[in-house]
């Protein structure tokens, strides 16, 4: 039972976790900085937003698609970074 | 219409992004460097998973408030840490 004036909270927080990983890529692309980062963090963030794009054309929700295939390819960017810098500056 | 023998890639997916943001909390903790976070990243998505938890409140599910919770802590702590530093190092 959903009171539709109080969905708009849902996609607000759907568009700001989705969105939120632009700044994010846009700083790692410009500095090309990655020490901060958490390999693990990407690695498992990456491969849990892949699972939920799978997920999403599995039960065919466009809106899981959508927001999953977004931040898949901004996730998959910043690990990019990460990877390349580890096996630039191993230590 | 949902096969059940498939639900577990929404599970694992679930867990996979709700887990990651421990490893990056550790490690910020343990290293107090947050350099290369972005803070408009921190800030869109430690509101946007406030705003996941509010939601999972209001359409009472078990799933979406236990996570978000967990996720909020996490990425509280970071944003924390991220703007301690700001701070600290204005630049």
């Keep these: 039972m959903m009171d539709f004036s109080f969905e708009w909270i849902g996609y607000v927080a759907a568009s ?13 692309i410009k500095t090309r900085d990655t020490e901060s980062l958490s390999f693990g963090m990407y690695a498992m963030f990456t491969a849990g ?18 927001a999953n295939a977004v931040t898949f390819l901004l996730a998959a960017v910043i690990l990019g970074f990460k990877i390349y810098n580890s096996f630039k500056n191993p230590n």
């Design 16 to 28: 700001l976790t989705t969105l939120s990983f632009l700044p994010q890529a846009i700083k790692t």
């Design 49 to 66: 937003v892949l699972m939920w794009l799978i997920y999403g054309l599995y039960i065919d929700n466009y809106a899981i698609i959508v």
